[in-house]
């Protein structure tokens, strides 16, 4: 670097208009349309974006060592004290009409462009990667019906990071909810904001004919302790019987609306009187076959919280003690998909 080829401007512009000198010397490199070098200490003036509004391109910032020009001595701007050159590059600007610029400046973007599209790659692979628990996943299409507090579709939306796989559904209305259960409207709101579909009102022997339901596919259908409502004790052949009707429906419709390879979950009390209920008799009936009993632990579900339902306590716990989740598969999937979409 020597001859009329280097400008320095490093202290001496501190001393009369700095713009004023620097847009002179610039001009300066321009007439003479070669490439220029100009040595900079000082990382707030940005001399690339100085560069660039007179139409110079960076093509390099080189460190500068003052040892590698023998007999150079830095001076300041009165040319009387030495200083101490640290931390100092030279940038190398060209003009940025070159055809050499065009080029680096193409070869930059292109550089970005890769690098952008290769955090978007990663940025989706991170998006779509599965997440599990139990036996559901955040790739399946999952529709839950007979939701009390919706705690237990927040259990699963919070597991996969997201809820707009999920659609959950509750008998009763929003109001209805609201006023039962101390924390379904909080549950809700957080479902919501996990991208849920929340429908109320869904009637579990009707589902398949409600209009954003009709014609649509689950991997994954799921009533947690179907109950009909508190009306005789438990082990009276009335209670049971209508106990029975609610999850005949309830399998009727899911046999519509559940994919090839799906599958529709029934969590149930295995001892008296509720194994009277004969669930899997039912599915059979309906043209399900069983696929498993899985036990049921609510332990695995962080944050579901199983309620009565109905009732004036509808909104407490009861034990779940001995329980399955029971697996059912269709026998006859639907053979024409096109008349089915998704969620
Ligand atoms: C024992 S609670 C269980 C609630 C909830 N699944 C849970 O695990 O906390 C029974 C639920 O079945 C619902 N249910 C009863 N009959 C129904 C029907 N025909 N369609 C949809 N849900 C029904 C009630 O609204 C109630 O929420």
Redesign the pocket.
């Known amino acids: 670097m020597g001859g009329d080829e280097k400008k320095e401007v490093g202290m001496g512009m501190e001393s009369g208009s700095e713009e004023g000198n620097w847009g002179a010397g610039i001009e300066w490199w321009q007439r003479l349309g070669k490439r220029k070098k100009t040595t900079h200490p000082y990382s707030e003036w940005d001399l690339e974006t100085l560069g660039s509004s007179t139409g110079l391109y960076l093509k390099d910032e080189v460190p500068l060592w003052v040892s590698d020009y023998e007999g150079y001595s830095v001076k300041s701007g009165d040319g009387r004290k030495k200083f101490n050159v640290k931390d100092c590059s030279t940038f190398i600007f060209i003009k940025g009409s070159s055809s050499e610029a065009l080029a680096l400046k193409v070869e930059s973007l292109t550089r970005e462009v890769s690098e952008l599209r290769a955090m978007a790659a990663s940025a989706s692979r991170v998006r779509m990667e599965e997440k599990t628990i139990k036996h559901y996943s955040s790739k399946h299409k999952i529709l839950l019906?007979?939701?009390?507090?919706f705690?237990?579709s927040l259990c699963l939306a919070k597991a996969f990071g997201s809820a707009s796989n999920m659609v959950a559904t509750?008998?009763?209305s929003k109001d209805t909810l609201t006023r039962n259960y101390s924390r379904a409207l909080q549950n809700l709101l957080q479902l919501e904001n996990l991208g849920c579909t929340i429908l109320h009102e869904?009637?579990?022997?009707t589902m398949s004919q409600h209009p954003f339901l009709q014609h649509k596919l689950f991997d994954r259908i799921v009533?947690?302790?179907?109950?009909?409502?508190f009306v005789f004790r438990e082990h009276h052949s009335f209670q049971i019987e209508s106990h029975k009707r609610?999850v005949r429906?309830?399998l009727k419709s899911s046999r519509e609306m559940v994919s090839e390879d799906g599958e529709i979950h029934v969590t149930h009390k295995t001892a008296y009187p509720f194994c009277e209920w004969r669930i899997e008799k039912i599915a059979e009936e309906v043209g399900l076959q069983p696929v498993k009993e899985v036990p049921f632990c609510i332990c695995e579900y962080e944050g579901y919280?199983?309620?009565?339902?109905?009732g004036d306590r509808c909104d407490d716990s009861f034990p779940v003690g001995l329980c399955s989740t029971f697996k059912f598969m269709n026998k006859d999937p639907p053979t024409d998909p096109q008349v089915y979409d998704c969620i």
């Open positions: 019906v007979g939701e009390g507090d705690s237990f509750s008998l009763d869904v009637n579990a022997h009533f947690n302790f179907p109950h009909a409502g609610v429906g309830f919280c199983n309620k009565k339902g109905s």
